[in-house]
């Protein structure tokens, strides 16, 4: 192997471990900005919420209540980090509830946003 040869897969072996860790494969490894309520369920070494906070449903982004739009189904309120997150949600709003809590009763995680 050539000195280029080797250079050139450091520098590509590097760029991906940058992209995993610090770019949009950290949402798939569970290391993104914002996670579900794991206070509430147990999870592992997530912080839980602070008081006036909460999930969204849509993309998993924690949000402040006092800022955040809200819609209302089966009688709980769920908060949003933006119209077009809520919007989503009535659209179609078991489809995102059925998503928060999966078979084990642990909060399921889900990243990014709208």
Not at 53 to 74: I, W, Y
Not at 87 to 108: C, D, H, I, M, Q
Request: charged content about 15%; glycine content about 14%; hydrophobic content about 40%.
């Amino acid at each position: 192997m050539s000195i280029d040869t080797i250079v050139s897969l450091g520098l590509f072996a590097a760029a991906l471990f940058l992209m995993v860790r610090f770019g949009c494969g950290r949402h798939m490894m569970g290391h993104a900005h914002s996670h579900a309520h794991a206070g509430a369920h147990g999870g592992g070494g997530v912080p839980p919420l602070a008081a006036g906070e909460d999930v969204d449903p849509v993309c998993g982004m924690t949000v402040d209540r006092s800022s955040a739009g809200a819609a209302t189904f089966q009688g709980k309120t769920y908060y949003f980090c933006s119209g077009s997150c809520r919007r989503k949600f009535e659209a179609a709003p078991a489809a995102y509830t059925a998503k928060l809590v999966n078979a084990s009763g642990e909060a399921a995680h889900r990243h990014g946003c709208c």
